[in-house]
């Protein structure tokens, strides 16, 4: 995975448009994404309607009703585009190619990974949603305990799991477009979407969410004595808990210029404890925060 790439896509390069939002982007497949998004310009020029499926591997769901629910602008989205693969609520499905396919859910198991490579096989352009789908979240971090121990404490019967360990989509197949958070944002989604529809290219951000809480005034929780992760994640979530009062736990995962040591001995000064700040950190974006911690050298006690 080359996330280096997103500096494809500089901000100051692009047309002034949809404030405030932000993608975590990284583009891995074959053909140069700028080639993909230049077709789609043109069908668009030409009137013609994009086709796009939905699907999910292993998930909650809460991404796909995260763009279920926003009415007003999935009807808004309709007008441009056919959705022609829904398997979450449609029983009839295209079974055919895909201009975009939007996929949820991590790869958990061996049907995950098929269907994984199956999906990326029939579209152009591969859109993971989601902290499963992007960075794991909560179940990659079975891969930190000893997994037989964990599928016999969740369920009655394991022979028919096939599981692998919990992963996300991209260490499978090439993704094109990655959009953290637990779940996405639906301002976020659509904004993203439209882009694409649009032909252009969407914008990337490698602040830390400490950056949107300034724009929005927030009152620092950190400088109130809580563990914030704000300033080692990722923005783009607009700062939607801090602003509502809540620490931010990390769902977008760990920004790329993280200083963990210095972050962790923050928190140890104020009274965490190591083993809650570890876990803390590892609740959504265990690999991710676990390849930047080996990265940066800190002592692990997870
Ligand atoms: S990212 Fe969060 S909301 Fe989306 S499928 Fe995973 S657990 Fe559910
Ligand atoms: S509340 Fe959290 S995210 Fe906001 S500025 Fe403070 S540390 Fe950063
Ligand atoms: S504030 Fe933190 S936990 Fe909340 S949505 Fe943003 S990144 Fe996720």
Do not use: W
Not at 55 to 66: K, R, S, V
Not at 181 to 188: A, F, R, S, Y
Not at 198 to 203: I, Q, W
């Amino acid at each position: 995975m080359r996330r280096g790439d997103v500096t494809l896509m500089r901000e100051e390069h692009l047309p002034e448009h949809h404030p405030h939002v932000h993608v975590h982007a990284c583009i891995t497949h074959s053909e140069p994404f700028h080639e993909k998004l230049a077709k789609l310009r043109a069908m668009h020029r030409r009137g013609k309607k994009l086709t796009v499926g939905v699907y999910g591997l292993t998930g909650c769901a809460g991404c796909q009703l995260t763009i279920l629910f926003a009415k007003d602008k999935l009807f808004r989205f309709l007008t441009m585009v056919d959705v022609m693969a829904l398997p979450f609520i449609k029983e009839q499905n295209y079974t055919g190619n895909f201009d975009i396919i939007i996929l949820e859910g991590l790869v958990a198991n061996k049907e995950d990974k098929e269907r994984a490579e199956e999906l990326r096989r029939r579209c152009g352009i591969l859109v993971c949603i989601g902290a499963c789908a992007v960075h794991g979240c909560v179940p990659a971090m079975k891969n930190f305990m000893n997994n037989p121990e964990v599928e016999r404490a969740v369920y009655a019967k394991v022979d028919y799991l096939n599981s692998l360990a919990a992963t996300p989509v991209s260490k499978h197949v090439p993704v094109d477009l990655e959009l953290p958070g637990c779940p996405p944002d639906e301002n976020q989604i659509y904004a993203v979407l439209t882009d694409l529809v649009l032909g252009r290219p969407p914008r990337v951000t490698h602040n830390p969410v400490c950056v949107e809480c300034v724009h929005r005034e927030v009152d620092c929780l950190l400088m109130q004595g809580k563990p914030c992760l704000g300033p080692i994640t990722t923005g783009g979530c607009d700062a939607i808990c801090t602003a509502a009062g809540h620490e931010c736990m990390g769902c977008r995962g760990p920004a790329p210029d993280a200083n963990l040591t210095a972050f962790i001995n923050l928190l140890e000064r104020q009274g965490q404890k190591r083993e809650n700040i570890e876990r803390r950190l590892k609740t959504y974006a265990a690999l991710a925060m676990d390849e930047a911690e080996k990265a940066q050298d800190v002592q692990v006690n997870f």
